[in-house]
């Protein structure tokens, strides 16, 4: 069955960095799309980033754009977000999101647990 299983999280002080990490398995990691998305408390479900099947080309949301940078490596079926310049406002619960296809189109069929960011003094 199809597992996506988050690491990376916990409290970074603004300004800092994080590296999140999402680990794929139960299907052909190569051929889908992946995004990232996050959940504030009390807010509803916030998308973040997304990459294409083989890396070539990435999305951001406005908000994570010049700070955050989303990556893969298909040969150990991992999704990694690195987190820099890291703002109280991005304090939540991040989730890996599998798309349907090969290309982020926010078509999602499976979600991860999720791993928590903090960004607080």
């Known amino acids: 069955q199809v597992q996506l299983v988050e690491s990376g999280g916990g409290l970074a002080q603004p300004g800092g960095s994080l590296r999140l990490s999402c680990a794929a398995s139960g299907f052909t990691f190569s051929s889908y799309a992946m995004s990232w998305a996050r959940q504030a408390p009390g807010k509803g479900l916030e998308w973040v980033s997304g990459i294409a099947s083989d890396g070539g080309d990435t999305y951001y949301a406005d908000s994570v754009k010049g700070r955050f940078t989303m990556s893969r490596d298909n040969a150990k079926n991992t999704l990694y977000l690195q987190m820099n310049s890291l703002k109280p406002e991005d304090t939540a619960l991040y989730l890996c999101?599998?798309?349907?296809?090969?290309?982020?189109?926010?078509?999602?069929?499976?979600w991860g647990q999720g791993t928590q960011v903090t960004v607080s003094w």
């Open positions: 999101v599998k798309e349907r296809g090969a290309y982020a189109a926010g078509n999602y069929d499976y």
